[in-house]
Structures are given as structure tokens and as C-alpha cells.
């Protein structure tokens, strides 16, 4: 469980930022600052292997201004799929000044048809949310992007905790559309608290212990299309998009893991024809 000394650390700076940089020089001071968190992580993390950009493997969509700091989407697209480039092995999301800054990993499998991933995100202060990508190559790609929201990982849970665990490790797929080539992207969609630890009972003012998923497997038959582990920066009820090869044959199986130690498997059998067409499977 986190401490509550970190959700007051969380609390202090939601309050400091949430009015966010008035003129272009707090802005530059706010980037600055960022960039020196960084530098830890990098040394943390990555130690001495080279970084370079990484603009034309990977691209990053996230808002500039965030509507909700509890829900930020961001989307990471592949750009050397279907190319003879090396391809994307491996991607790691990183949120410079979340609470746990590396944020979700992922690592691709041969019936992934790309290193495309969408979710959502939770942004507990001004921050540049980065992504990098291993290709197998000697130096890692990066991109990233620099986003003003704030409170995101103490914002109160946004429905009845304990109506949400009678349906905790619920899943539905859903068909997103078929890409050119191989490629057919799923959205799947995991009934989950993913409770931060810096959250308070609005009514008992006490705080909810951490409970979140921290592993998210999937499978098309017995080839691997990802293997993710991430932190609470995901939001409540995880959503994760994510490109599956359409020549791999097999029902698609999806094992969560969280936290506490709860594991909840799902398995979807190959659709007919007819029901390929439709937007979403079966639940």
C-alpha cells in the first residue's frame, strides 16, 4: 500500500498546478523541470544506452490540455508496421511526474500485427508523458509529449468502490476496425476499481488501499500478441487497443492480473464470417 505521506506529496502538487503556468516563462520553467525528472529516470531505467528521437518509428496523440487529469487518452502508433525496418519489440510508457513515473510496459509477440497501443492514463501534475521503443537496434527511439493536467491519481474513485469489485475482472473485445493488411485492431475493456492508494473516502476521509491491475496478457491460439505490465497510472476500468494479426489463427484469450494477487481469464472463440463484420464480440 502506499503511504499517505506520498498522497499528500500528490495532493500538494495537484493544488500548486491545477491553476496551471500563466505567462510563456513559468510555461519554459514547468518544461525545465520536467526535463530534469528525466534525467533521473533515464539513469534509472536506461542507464548509458543511447536515446535518440524516435519521431519517425513512433508517433504519440495526447492532449495538450487534459479535460480530465483521471482519464487521459493517448495513443502510441507504430510506424515501421509493414515495413522491412527492424520492427517494434518492446515500448515503455513513461509519465515523468506520476507518482510511479514508469508508467506500463509492453512487450510484442509474433501475432502482434503492430506496436499500436491506445489507453488511458492518469496525470497527477504537469508532465511530459514519453514513450520508447526498442527495435532490437543498438540506440531506443523516443518521442513525447508535454501535458497540463493535474490531480489525476488522487481524484475520487469515480463509482462505488464496492459495487465495483462484485464485477471486478469483467471483460468485453471490442472490434475497432479492420486496417489495411494484416492488421485487425481490438479494444478491450477490463472492469477494474485500478484504486491508486492516494484516493479518500469522501465520506470516512480514510484512504482506499491500492488495488490495481498491474499485468495484462494476450493471446491469439498459443502465439503471443502482448505481454503489458503496467501501474495505477492506468485509469478505473482499464482500456487497452491493440492491432492482432488477422492470418493468426485461434480464439483470442486475455489473462489480468492485479495487485492483490487476483487473476480473471477470458477467451473469445474465432468469429464466423458473418459476425467478423460486426463492431463488437460476444461478452
Not at 503489458?228 to 492491432?243: G, K, Q, V
Request: hydrophobic share 40%; with cysteine.
Amino acid at each position: 500500500m502506499l503511504t499517505i505521506g506520498i498522497m499528500a506529496t500528490c495532493l500538494a502538487a495537484a493544488l500548486t498546478l491545477h491553476a496551471g503556468p500563466s505567462t510563456a516563462q513559468s510555461n519554459i520553467r514547468s518544461t525545465d523541470r520536467a526535463e530534469v525528472a528525466w534525467k533521473a529516470l533515464r539513469d534509472e531505467h536506461f542507464g548509458d544506452r543511447p536515446i535518440v528521437d524516435g519521431s519517425d518509428v513512433i508517433a504519440l496523440d495526447a492532449p495538450d490540455q487534459a479535460e480530465d487529469a483521471a482519464v487521459v487518452p493517448i495513443t502510441i502508433t507504430d510506424k515501421r508496421a509493414d515495413t522491412d525496418r527492424p520492427s517494434i519489440e518492446r515500448l515503455w510508457l513513461v509519465i515523468d511526474n506520476n507518482p510511479v513515473p514508469m508508467s506500463a510496459e509492453f512487450r510484442f509477440g509474433p501475432a502482434a500485427a503492430s506496436a499500436t497501443i491506445g489507453t488511458r492514463v492518469r496525470v497527477n501534475t504537469y508532465t511530459y508523458v514519453r514513450v520508447l521503443a526498442d527495435t532490437g537496434e543498438d540506440s531506443l527511439y523516443m518521442v513525447k509529449h508535454y501535458v497540463r493536467a493535474a490531480g489525476g491519481c488522487s481524484a475520487p474513485i469515480g463509482s462505488d468502490p464496492t459495487e465495483a469489485l462484485k464485477h471486478m475482472g469483467e471483460m468485453r473485445l471490442r472490434r475497432v476496425r479492420r486496417n489495411a493488411g494484416d492488421a485487425a485492431r481490438s479494444q478491450l475493456l477490463i472492469r477494474h476499481p485500478n484504486i491508486t492508494g492516494l484516493q479518500m473516502d469522501q465520506l470516512t476521509r480514510h484512504v482506499w488501499p491500492a488495488h490495481f491491475v498491474d499485468a495484462i496478457t494476450i493471446r491469439k491460439g498459443d502465439a503471443l500478441v502482448l505481454d503489458a505490465s503496467m501501474t495505477f497510472s492506468l485509469s478505473e476500468n482499464p482500456a487497452l487497443e491493440f492491432d492482432a494479426r488477422r492470418g493468426a489463427s485461434g480464439p483470442i484469450s486475455v489473462r489480468v492480473h492485479d495487485n492483490k494477487d487476483n487473476t480473471f481469464d477470458k477467451t473469445w472463440q474465432p468469429q464466423t464470417a458473418q459476425a467478423a463484420h460486426e463492431e463488437e464480440t460476444d461478452t
